[in-house]
Structure formats: structure tokens, C-alpha cells
């Protein structure tokens, strides 16, 4: 019974291990990435992105924000697009 417990704990701290080091190898691959990547990569895969003309700075944050939300993008993710956007309009 010992031997069962052990492999049960020895499994569960494998499997948490790993999913730590996929999120930080994830986080390294979003801080590779340019906000205008980001911005191809995640606002194209639902709908035709809009031209940054289309929006104010302050439009964008709204966006930004609202897109967030729905998609599950991390605060960086948000923050790079963002700031692409804005400084593209």
C-alpha cells in the first residue's frame, strides 16, 4: 500500500513539474515575440484583423482588454499587441 502511495506522489509531482516547464518555455516564446506577431498570430484565427487606423489610442485599450477576456491572452500578450496597435495608428 506504502509503494502504491508513493507512485501516486511520485506521478502527481511529474505531472506538475511538467506543466510548470511547458509555461515557462511558453512564457520564453511570448517574450520572443513582437507585438505585431502576436497580433497576427492570435486576432487573425476568428476574424479579419482591422487596419491600427481604424481606432484612438484609447478604442484600442477598450479592444485590447475586451479581446483579452475572451481569447485567454496573457497580460504581456495584451499589453505587446496594444502597444503595437497604438503605435501603428
Known sequence: MKKIKYLVLI??????GA??????????EVKEKTGAVLWSENCSRCHYSPD???YNDAQWEVIAMHM???TNLTEEE???????LQESN
Open 52 to 54: 491600427p487606423e481604424d
Open 11 to 16: 506521478s502527481v509531482m511529474f505531472f506538475v
Open 78 to 84: 495584451s499589453e505587446k499587441i496594444t502597444k503595437f
Open 19 to 28: 506543466s510548470f516547464l511547458q509555461s515557462c518555455k511558453t512564457s520564453l
Open 68 to 70: 483579452r477576456v475572451r
